[in-house]
């Protein structure tokens, strides 16, 4: 994993409905119906969720955005509140002056933010995992992880040795830092170093570390676990 850089999303060619040559309605009515019932059945069986993480950013592909999903009953996600991303760090006294300065939309009111929902403390509802990212190359400078208590939201861990980017793993934090030499142009680290945290006795606390060299040939990498 190269953990903060994001991949160009395209959106995939489609072909002209009409272009098609028309084909003959050969299936008889029972089995149409029989097919609706197993597409029907193919669908639900799509929306399961592993772990019921939620991530949100402040873009979407566009062939996502298109899809037309069938209507169906709310799942957990569907009911998640969600937060003002923006609002808790302008709010927040433990985010350092240099990253709040520089936070500020890229265009009109979307700030450059992924937000992650998802259970690792013991919290009333959903953590919150905050990344912060520059603008022009989504690049990580600070990550942010917000536990429920009451009515808002407390601040419960804070990186900002950028370029990092925090997630949710089977509910645990995992914290990614990318490692660049002299050269290493953004797009291309020399590695990166990955720990994972694990919410105990009010705190997260350290329980592994992964430190991953990136070759510069053949696309090939070297990983070794502390």
């Not at 019921?52 to 999903?69: D, I, M, Y």
């Not at 861990?157 to 645990?172: C, K, M, N, T």
Request: charged share 25%.
């Amino acid at each position: 994993m190269r953990g903060l850089r994001k991949a160009i999303r395209d959106e995939a060619d489609g072909t002209d409905p009409a272009a098609r040559p028309a084909r003959p309605a050969l299936i008889a009515s029972g089995a149409v119906t029989a097919l609706a019932a197993v597409a029907g059945l193919l669908l639900v069986g799509c929306n399961a969720s592993s772990e019921g993480v939620r991530k949100e950013g402040p873009a979407q592909p566009q062939s996502a955005a298109k899809a037309e999903k069938p209507s169906a009953a709310p799942s957990a996600s569907a009911t998640r509140l969600k937060v003002d991303a923006a609002a808790l760090i302008k709010s927040d006294p433990k985010i350092s002056d240099a990253v709040k300065k520089n936070f500020k939309p890229c265009v009109k009111d979307q700030y450059p933010v992924d937000v992650i929902y998802g259970r690792m403390t013991d919290g009333s509802r959903d953590d919150v995992v905050v990344n912060i990212l520059t603008c022009a190359d989504a690049i990580g400078i600070g990550s942010y992880v917000y536990r429920a208590k009451g009515d808002s939201y407390e601040n419960v861990f804070s990186s900002e040795q950028s370029p990092v980017y925090a997630d949710i793993d089977r509910g645990d934090l995992t914290v990614t830092t990318q490692i660049y030499g002299s050269g290493d142009p953004v797009a291309d680290p020399s590695g990166e170093d990955e720990v994972t945290y694990h919410w105990s006795d009010g705190k997260f606390r350290e329980t592994g570390r992964t430190h991953t060299d990136f070759s510069k040939v053949g696309g090939t990498k070297s990983e070794n676990s502390g």
